[in-house]
Structure formats: C-alpha cells, structure tokens
C-alpha cells in the first residue's frame, strides 16, 4: 500500500490544521493507520492511530483532547485534525498503516509499522 501524507504547513500557535493521510494499491481494511512526527533533532514519536475496522483509537497524552484522528472509508483516507496547535507540536508529521486482521491492539511504536508516507511539515509559531 502507498500512503500519501499532506496539509501541513505553517500555523500560529492556538490555530489549526487537519493533516489527510490518503492510501493507494489497497484499502485500508483491516489496517491500523498511525500518525507520527519527528522534530529536529529529536526522535520520531507516536503521535495516535486508529482501528480502520472498529474504529477505535488511541492518542498520546501530549496531543489528547486536541488531536483528533478519524476515517474516511468512501475516500479511503485518514485525517488528523489538530487544534490548540503549540510550537511544540512543531514537526515533520508521518502517516503509517499495518495489516492488523481483526486484531484490535493499540500499535504506538514505529516499527510495528510496515508502510509510511512521506511526511509532511507542520510548524507552529509562538
């Protein structure tokens, strides 16, 4: 599967951004899909992910209740909308799927992930 990441851009701190992250070759049945993000110099960090099938999701605690990831199945794309951005959230941001079958496990480490995106910069001025 191909994943194609965009809407980033840049933002001041307390605005918003909804990030889509679309799929080709496949749908993403039976999919996890994920967000990450990596800022200069530091580590790529799980950001959420959600369940295609169940739709259930989970968040990390520096971005939950302003984060919100959800799912498009007729466009076949996930989004993150981001509001109450800080120029701590301030990042490349990276779409990333893997097969899950009907499996309902929470993937929050980057390489429980087989397929990424290429990434698209988010940057939050103060």
């Keep these: 599967v191909q994943l194609q990441a965009y809407g980033g851009g ?8 909804r990030l889509s992250c679309a799929a080709s070759g496949r749908t993403f ?4 899909v ?4 990596q800022a200069p110099g530091k580590e790529r960090e799980f ?12 968040y990390a605690d520096s971005v939950k209740g302003r984060f ?9 794309t996930v989004y993150l909308q981001m509001n109450s951005l800080k120029p701590e959230d301030t990042a490349v941001y990276y ?11 929470a ?7 087989a397929y990424w995106g290429q990434g698209t910069q988010v940057t939050v001025s103060s």
């Design 10 to 17: 840049l933002v001041q701190a307390g605005g918003s951004l």
């Design 29 to 32: 049945s039976y999919y996890a």
């Design 34 to 37: 994920g967000w990450f993000r």
């Design 47 to 58: 950001v959420t992910t959600v369940n295609w099938n169940s739709g259930s999701t989970y």
């Design 68 to 76: 919100t990831i959800s799912r498009d199945n007729a466009e076949n």
């Design 95 to 105: 779409c990333a799927a893997r097969s899950i079958g009907y499996g309902s496990s």
């Design 107 to 113: 993937f929050i480490r980057s390489y429980e992930y």
